[in-house]
């Protein structure tokens, strides 16, 4: 498919959006024509132009025809990796233009907050306009109404679909259509992040006034216990702190907690925005400068700034009851401030340890 490499010298992939919108630019051919084109070619918003090889071709009594694409997502790590993604095309009422149904695999939007309404098939806008923008090139060329019903669907969706956040986000029944460029850069995770914002749309749409962004499903666990909160208040931020707390910014609600391992939130507490061990590292400095805030002995401070890891740091305060967790917290929650001034965010922490006991906090205070 000719998929081009970034600046690491990683292989780019393709969205499930531009393998459905080829998919449907050749079925949509082949029910005009009697044929596929094969491979075959589509412009992407930012004007590249891959080919993609079909995998699928089946043409049916002259009512409809399906062509399926196998997903190539390059060198990133993406669970619809090889998925078969197809759509099949069929002659809609006169005047109708394109409409969507969701086929075997692709799920429906059960909650409000996405921007999609309820009830619509889990595909996502600009992949929606660039099947429509295929549709009228086809029907252009072969003499077409352009009045269509585009099905798609992806083999093993649902099952796929339970590794992604579609279930917490009532994207019920099967996989999302994604995509705004259409390109796929490796270990970009914006899919991820994206994840993350409409987990918030959909949080705030459902009028929760209380979210917790967690870094696991352990802190997951903590927080709900703690707080009763129902799974769609709850944001699995992973290492993106970040890009959580900046959508907050734009859009608020009254109180969030952020939970974690005392490892990833004393990155946090320094201030890091991202908290994958490949980007950010703990700053033995900054624990040793709070175990001395806290009355650590030259000795304690010492072992702190030379301990292998957060945790390390965090049993030898322990040990003196030190409350290090409880210091880190503080600073996470000043950092939090700091990005969501001014958005009326009511902030706590809680530091969690691998076992998932509570090791420190700060609590909420009015925002500034």
């Not at 044929?35 to 090889?53: C, H, M, N, Y």
């Not at 900054?286 to 700034?305: C, I, K, M, Q, Y």
């Not at 969501?340 to 969690?352: F, H, N, P, Y």
Request: aromatic fraction near 4%; proline fraction near 6%.
């Amino acid at each position: 498919m000719g998929v081009s490499r970034d600046a690491t010298g990683l292989r780019r992939g393709w969205t499930t959006g531009a393998c459905a919108t080829a998919a449907t630019k050749a079925a949509y051919t082949a029910l005009l024509t009697g044929s596929f084109p094969d491979p075959v070619e589509i412009t992407l918003p930012k004007g590249q132009r891959p080919a993609f090889a079909l995998a699928v071709e089946s043409l049916g009594d002259g009512s409809s025809a399906t062509a399926g694409i196998v997903k190539d997502a390059g060198d990133d790590p993406d669970v619809t990796h090889g998925a078969l993604i197809r759509s099949t095309v069929r002659a809609g009422e006169a005047g109708s233009g394109v409409m969507f149904r969701a086929g075997p695999g692709v799920g429906t939007v059960t909650k409000p907050g996405l921007p999609l309404a309820v009830g619509e098939p889990a595909i996502n806008p600009v992949p929606r306009q660039l099947m429509r923008e295929v549709v009228a090139e086809v029907a252009a060329a072969f003499g077409g109404s352009g009045d269509v019903v585009v099905e798609i669907s992806v083999d093993n969706g649902e099952e796929i679909a339970r590794q992604t956040w579609n279930p917490r986000l009532g994207i019920l029944g099967g996989l999302s259509i994604l995509g705004t460029t259409g390109v796929v850069v490796p270990y970009s995770c914006s899919a991820w992040i994206d994840s993350i914002r409409r987990g918030i749309d959909v949080a705030r749409a459902a009028g929760h006034r209380h979210v917790a962004g967690c870094t696991g499903s352990t802190s997951e666990r903590v927080v709900t216990e703690m707080y009763a909160l129902p799974e769609d208040a709850l944001l699995d931020m992973g290492d993106f702190v970040g890009a959580m707390l900046k959508h907050l910014r734009r859009h608020p609600v009254p109180r969030l907690t952020i939970a974690g391992g005392v490892g990833k939130l004393a990155k946090f507490a320094d201030g890091h925005l991202d908290l994958h061990s490949g980007r950010s590292q703990v700053n033995h400095a900054l624990l040793a400068d709070l175990a001395t805030a806290a009355g650590g002995s030259p000795e304690l401070v010492e072992a702190v700034r030379t301990a292998n890891t957060a945790l390390g740091a965090l049993q030898l305060c322990q040990r003196e009851a030190l409350p290090l967790a409880d210091l880190i917290a503080d600073r996470c929650r000043t950092t939090a401030d700091d990005i969501l001034r001014g958005a009326g965010i009511e902030v706590d922490i809680v530091v969690i340890d691998r076992a998932g006991t509570v090791v420190g906090r700060s609590p909420a205070t009015p925002p500034a």
